[in-house]
């Protein structure tokens, strides 16, 4: 019996290692979006409000970047688009950042540019806050 418990240990790391493959901790910044926001943020759409998932944001010195999961008409597969908002409550105001925010809201252009890293680092935190 003796024998088989070194086995049986390594089997247990290997389950537990196992286990944990394919799970990641949420990317250091990511924040949670209310619901007024995401909303705020889908009422931009010029024909009727956009169908969103999920989302998140990160803080910047100038306020805060927001990425949004949301359906378009035929597309089965979900997209992501990036927002700038000033404040994470309850938005005055609300900026398209990239390409996909500007082609379906009508928001003015916000104070990234599209593939910035502020613009590019939120999209990883989609899922996982």
């Known amino acids: 019996m003796v024998a088989f418990r070194?086995?049986?240990?390594l089997l247990s790391a290997a389950a537990t290692v196992a286990a944990g493959c394919g799970t990641s901790s949420p990317p250091?910044?990511?924040?949670?979006?209310?619901?007024d926001?995401?909303?705020?943020?889908?009422?931009?759409?010029p024909t009727t409000p956009l169908d969103t998932d999920r989302a998140a944001a990160r803080q910047t010195p100038e306020g805060f970047v927001v990425a949004v999961e949301f359906h378009?008409?035929?597309e089965d597969d979900p997209a992501v688009g990036v927002w700038w908002v000033p404040e994470l409550n309850s938005p005055a105001m609300v900026t398209a950042v990239d390409a996909l925010a500007r082609s379906f809201t009508h928001w003015p252009h916000g104070p990234f540019e599209p593939g910035s890293r502020e613009a590019t680092s939120v999209a990883n935190c989609i899922g996982h806050v």
Request: aromatic fraction near 0%; charge should be negative.
């Open 6 to 9: 070194p086995a049986a240990v």
């Open 28 to 35: 250091e910044g990511c924040l949670t979006v209310p619901a």
């Open 37 to 45: 926001t995401v909303a705020r943020i889908a009422d931009g759409s």
């Open 72 to 74: 378009t008409p035929g």
